[in-house]
């Protein structure tokens, strides 16, 4: 029994139709984890059984009840909590309601306006990703107890706001939909190039947030940027298996295999962009997930990685960086840059941030690093991965910049 992949996959959503049901985070949180501990002992000696997310949403809602019930809340709340959650039977089925999905009301809920946007971002990577408070604190670049203060605050104001656990009509949906989608592609990021630990990939991340978007996709079919945020995800997620060999390391683009690229999912993913570009015609603006999907269709479209368009690729991320300016934009752009012309001219891009734009982001070294091995300066690019390197928590994304750093510094001692 893979227990952990398990947990992995079946918490989000049962803990998100837990909160629908007690309308407490921190008890369905607490609820949910004592049934991963009665499962860990039961379905070791019984098996797994056949609907495991109904099996622990079962299982929680009894340990909520009896929770409260030990608070002597019990009868003030046994009505409401009676009306509110379904029988036994009800819930081991686990069926969605129409709009379908609680994993999207939490979303909402997080990303209600009444919440400052670290805290819509926090709590959804808490609540959605399993994602610990220091990880999240160290994101944030604020100290842990600072991050779960905000956390509790955030809870707090939810409850007492009594904020509709609900995904929002027309006229509300406007002003959430971007923090959705930023959440959103947040999850995916934390997927497809994960901040910590030993595993690159976290794939059911990737595949949880592409549900998700092809949920979004489905309620607002005419927001250009939902949809391009589809096909930004479908595109990325097509070169998954290629980003790490069969020893489990990282390969970067131009190194991937790109036979093993996700045809399907490319063409899905072109298939989704073209409904983007057919927005335009009704004047919805452009985006920022529309222009990314755009530069990650250029790297699908490449059989080789010589036949890459880097001059349309830096000329989109120009556009993007007056669209949606920021530091991680830039050092993208930088690499464009450096391909479309010559690392001098991605060099020049980079300088122009600051060395702290990211904290202590491992994304800004490890960039300046390629860049300068590029233009032959070997012993900066061995300092500038040699950061890198002690600043990424991956152990994979270390393994690699610590390889890029041996091979600049075996160029220099070639060159002396």
Not at 204 to 211: D, G, K, Q, Y
Request: proline letters at 5%; hydrophobic letters at 45%; a neutral charge.
């Amino acid at each position: 029994m893979d227990f952990e992949r398990l947990y992995r996959e079946e918490r989000p959503r049962a803990l998100a139709t837990l909160i629908r049901l007690v309308r407490d985070f921190d008890l369905a949180e607490d609820a949910l984890q004592e049934a991963f501990a009665a499962a860990w002992q039961q379905w070791a000696r019984d098996g797994v059984p056949a609907n495991p997310r109904a099996w622990l949403v079962t299982a929680a809602r009894r340990k909520a009840i009896d929770r409260i019930r030990r608070k002597k809340r019990f009868s003030e709340r046994q009505a409401e909590i009676a009306s509110a959650l379904p029988p036994a039977d009800a819930a081991a089925d686990a069926s969605l309601d129409p709009l379908g999905d609680d994993l999207m009301r939490l979303i909402f809920t997080c990303c209600h306006p009444a919440l400052a946007v670290e805290a819509q971002v926090a709590l959804t990577l808490k609540t959605l990703c399993g994602l610990p408070v220091e990880e999240i604190a160290r994101a944030f670049l604020v100290a842990p107890a600072t991050m779960a203060q905000r956390l509790v605050r955030a809870k707090n104001k939810i409850r007492a706001a009594a904020i509709p656990y609900e995904v929002p009509g027309p006229t509300e949906v406007g002003e959430r939909l971007d923090g959705v989608l930023r959440v959103v592609y947040l999850v995916f990021n934390e997927g497809y190039a994960a901040t910590a630990g030993e595993a690159l990939v976290r794939r059911e991340l990737c595949a949880e947030a592409i549900r998700l978007g092809r949920l979004l996709h489905g309620l607002f079919p005419g927001e250009r940027e939902v949809t391009g945020l589809l096909a930004l995800m479908l595109l990325q997620d097509s070169r998954r298996t290629a980003r790490v060999d069969a020893e489990g390391d990282l390969v970067v683009l131009e190194d991937q295999d790109r036979s093993r690229w996700d045809q399907l999912l490319i063409k899905r993913g072109l298939g989704a962009l073209q409904q983007a570009e057919l927005l335009a015609a009704r004047g919805k603006p452009v985006g920022r997930y529309f222009l990314q999907a755009a530069i990650a269709s250029q790297h699908a479209r490449a059989t080789r990685p010589e036949d890459t368009d880097w001059r349309q690729i830096a000329i989109l991320y120009d556009v993007l960086a007056e669209a949606a300016p920021g530091p991680v934009v830039e050092v993208n752009r930088a690499v464009a840059h450096g391909r479309a012309f010559d690392a001098g001219a991605g060099l020049a891009v980079l300088e122009a941030l600051a060395p702290d734009a990211l904290g202590d982001s491992p994304l800004i070294p490890s960039v300046h690093g390629d860049l300068l091995a590029r233009a032959g300066l070997h012993r900066d690019a061995v300092e500038a991965f040699t950061e890198a390197a002690r600043r990424t928590r991956n152990e994979g994304e270390r393994t690699l910049l610590e390889r890029r750093a041996d091979e600049s510094r075996a160029l220099l001692c070639e060159s002396r």
